[in-house]
């Protein structure tokens, strides 16, 4: 098992900055911050004009953040896989799958239509958190830990 540091202050900046882009998205551009949404708004068919500049804007920003996070500070941002390639692939389609079926993914919903008291949003956001505390519990049975 992989462990891991105890971050408060640095989990705490990172949920402010998540809810303050939320809700500047949802007043600035009435739209709700769901990342396979703004993702799947540029590939093709896509929408052109300004609506794809700020998506594009902001998907370049989730990219480049860990890029001036370490030249701000100096501390390198760092990231441990704990599985091979093909695990991690064959998650990644799951995770877009459910993206796609559930109009959502965990920040559109778990973040945004929360906070919009949404219940469709609420059934979403149980939904894959009982799936992924029931796959982390079979993989843990199965396996004895992670893949």
Avoid at 19 to 43: D, E, Q
Avoid at 131 to 142: E, I, K, M, P, Y
Wanted: glycine share 14%; charged share 5%; proline share 3%.
């Amino acid at each position: 098992m992989i462990e891991t540091s105890f971050t408060p202050l640095a989990s705490l900046f990172g949920g402010i900055l998540i809810g303050l882009s939320a809700v500047m998205t949802a007043l600035f551009y009435g739209r709700i911050m769901g990342v396979s949404g703004l993702v799947s708004r540029l590939l093709p068919p896509r929408a052109s004009g300004w609506n794809q500049q700020w998506t594009l804007a902001f998907i370049v920003g989730v990219v480049v953040a860990p890029l001036i996070w370490q030249l701000t500070t100096g501390s390198g941002v760092t990231a441990q896989f704990v599985s091979s390639t093909p695990v991690l692939l064959i998650g990644a389609f799951f995770v877009g799958l459910g993206s796609v079926l559930g109009n959502g993914c965990t920040s559109g919903h778990g973040v945004c239509g929360l906070s919009r008291l949404s219940l469709r949003s609420l059934g979403a956001t149980l939904t894959f958190m009982a799936v992924a505390f029931g796959t982390a519990a079979l993989v843990r049975l199965v396996f004895g830990g992670f893949i």
